[in-house]
T-cell receptor, first 112, second 118 residues
Framework: QQQVKQSPQSLIVQKGGISIINCAYE??????FPWYQQFPGKGPALLIA?????SEKKEGRFTISFNKSAKQFSLHIMDSQPGDSATYFC???????????FGTGTRLQVTL | NAGVTQTPKFRILKIGQSMTLQCTQD?????MYWYRQDPGMGLKLIYY???????DKGEVPNGYNVSRSTTEDFPLRLELAAPSQTSVYFC?????????????????FGPGTRLTVL
């Protein structure tokens, strides 16, 4: 049973544009929502994370928006750059042994 | 710090063969994890460990075994390789203490092992 649904599967954005990736979760016990970035041939790396006590978190060009009542959260990449081209995974955690449930991933391509 | 290291990087197995994927971390993390990544499926948790001598099943444990004799090492064993185990395998680790207010800590991933079973 998939507990974190991610969309879209792939995304093409022009340089300088805004990339938006959405995730929805089912389990209200989740209390930590990270986004991981993965480049080809590499392992995922933490990009940004949010906890449910805030509605937004911003780090540079990356922002997480969190809607607890709708059980949804999204990643916004402002001023997208070709170097942002990667696969992005949302995830959620229940706090038990820090285990993560991952979304299926979004392949982002930023074109010139 | 090297972080999380995995060996080998690539491996081709024949059906029925066995092998061990190695994972080592030098961050003194208590928590360690094994995931498999298949195209379009995200990462699925195979096994995890909360400390030396303690392991537990994740979402997709069938066909795999693990052990945790030290804090640093968390090997994954495939006993009878099957084509369905063709995948990219990632090991990860994290601290065991939680941040103030609860919740999870960052998982640090290794570079992965690409396994093909023919």
């Amino acid at each position: 049973q998939q507990q974190v649904k991610q969309s879209p599967q792939s995304l093409i954005v022009q340089k300088g544009g805004i990339s938006i990736i959405n995730c929805a979760y089912e389990n209200t016990a989740f209390d930590y929502f990270p986004w991981y970035q993965q480049f080809p041939g590499k392992g995922p790396a933490l990009l940004i994370a949010i906890r449910p006590d805030v509605s937004e978190k911003k780090e540079g060009r990356f922002t997480i928006s969190f809607n607890k009542s709708a059980k949804q959260f999204s990643l916004h990449i402002m001023d997208s750059q070709p170097g942002d081209s990667a696969t992005y995974f949302c995830a959620a955690n229940t706090g038990t042994a820090s285990k993560l449930t991952f979304g299926t991933g979004t392949r982002l391509q930023v074109t010139l | 710090n090297a972080g999380v290291t995995q060996t080998p990087k690539f491996r081709i197995l024949k059906i029925g063969q066995s092998m061990t994927l190695q994972c080592t971390q030098d961050m003194n993390h208590n928590y360690m994890y094994w995931y498999r990544q298949d195209p379009g499926m995200g990462l699925k948790l195979i096994y995890y460990s909360v400390g030396a001598g303690i392991t537990d099943k994740g979402e997709v444990p069938n066909g795999y075994n693990v052990s945790r004799s030290t804090t640093e090492d968390f090997p994954l064993r495939l006993e009878l390789a099957a084509p369905s185990q063709t995948s990219v395998y990632f090991c990860a680790s994290s601290r065991s203490h939680t941040l103030a207010g609860g919740g999870a800590d960052t998982q640090y991933f290794g570079p992965g092992t690409r396994l093909t079973v023919l």
